[in-house]
């Protein structure tokens, strides 16, 4: 029979296969019953529960039951957060034993680091962590209450100007790495999205986005599926593009191909991009050619809802964000020109 705690919680024993019993916690009597079951289904499937289980050996089992369906980037983004971040740590550290103050040694540790990556760290904490409270081994989740190291806002992804276009593109000293570029520029790809590019995607005037590539390690996956069904969409391939393709040797079924014609691996495309940064006098970094590919919408007057599916928005607010933003610009830019108007327009003094 469930046994109602102090703090509020109810409990209850279950027994192992092993004749073992664990004890299970809940704030309702569904949720603890939900407990019991989880236990239960670990055991039944040989995980290891019982309270001497360490951090490590319990980020193992979660990252490969709990997360074996993920994305192939999803869960390479688990693992390096816990091995890089996490395991030196507390990895070594029985479940039990961890309180709030080890998870803020931990994000003590990325407090310098960029926001993005802090989220990461604490997302794979509290997954690990909520998991085993789930399981009953845990009777509180630590990460509870712990937030990030806010820094100061950095500024919205930039976009190339006309001249930096023009060098960018002239800085390409390769068929690839022209593809690349252009196929970002005019088309505003993502990086995985061009790079999984086949020529049987690209028709005289347009192309269509199927696939992408993701890295496992190394390795490309082109079987992966699009970030989601609005990603899956056809962009008009304007002249310039048009040109630069078709001087693009074809090498096999991919657009920027290794030369046995297959998919570009992780360090062959670093290596690409690296040649084409040390080629130009500003930074730059792949996502701002898709950027650069908005803000051209916007300025050819193209609406909202169309600019949302050329860019395999999933939601039309994404979009509506990055043409706010390129509005308030325009503000700003207007504000030299209605000032000079209104000194222009003021009647002259008399004396």
């Known amino acids: 029979m469930p046994k109602k705690r102090k703090d509020g919680r109810y409990q209850k024993k279950v027994t192992l296969s092993t004749g073992k019993q664990k004890i299970v916690y809940g704030k309702t009597i569904a949720e603890l019953n939900q407990a019991a079951l989880a236990v239960l289904e670990e055991d039944r499937r040989g995980l290891i529960v019982d309270d001497k289980t360490l951090v490590g050996e319990w980020a193992k089992i979660w990252l490969e039951k709990y997360k074996a369906n993920l994305r192939p980037n999803t869960k390479a983004m688990y693992k390096n957060a816990y091995n890089t971040h996490i395991m030196g740590i507390i990895g070594d550290m029985p479940l039990r034993e961890v309180r709030p103050v080890h998870v803020r040694e931990v994000m003590t540790g990325v407090s310098e680091k960029s926001e993005s990556l802090q989220h990461k760290v604490l997302l794979t904490m509290q997954q690990i962590f909520n998991t085993a409270r789930q399981n009953g081994l845990m009777i509180k989740d630590p990460t509870e209450g712990i937030k990030i190291t806010p820094h100061a806002k950095p500024d919205k992804a930039k976009y190339l100007t006309k001249d930096q276009t023009k060098k960018l593109l002239a800085a390409c000293d390769d068929a690839k790495a022209l593809a690349f570029v252009a196929l970002c520029l005019y088309c505003g790809l993502r990086r995985e999205e061009a790079l999984g ?68 691996t992780k360090i062959a495309f670093r290596r690409l991009w690296e040649r084409v940064e040390r080629r130009v006098d500003f930074p730059v970094h792949p996502h701002m050619l898709r950027h ?60």
């Open 292 to 351: 650069t590919y908005s803000t051209t919408l916007y300025h050819a007057g193209v609406d909202l809802r169309t600019a949302q599916y050329l860019l395999g928005h999933s939601s039309i607010q994404m979009t509506a964000e990055i043409y706010t933003h390129l509005e308030r610009g325009d503000g700003l830019k207007a504000a030299g020109r209605i000032e000079r108007y209104f000194l222009e327009e003021q009647p002259s003094k008399t004396s």
């Open 197 to 264: 590019l086949q020529w049987g995607d690209i028709e005289p005037d347009s192309l269509t986005v199927n696939r992408a590539v993701a890295f496992i390690g190394n390795q490309p996956d082109p079987s992966q599926e699009l970030k989601t069904k609005a990603a899956h969409r056809t962009i008009p391939v304007p002249a310039p593009l048009r040109e630069i393709l078709g001087k693009t040797p074809r090498r096999g079924l991919y657009v920027i191909a290794k030369t046995d014609g297959g998919a570009m």
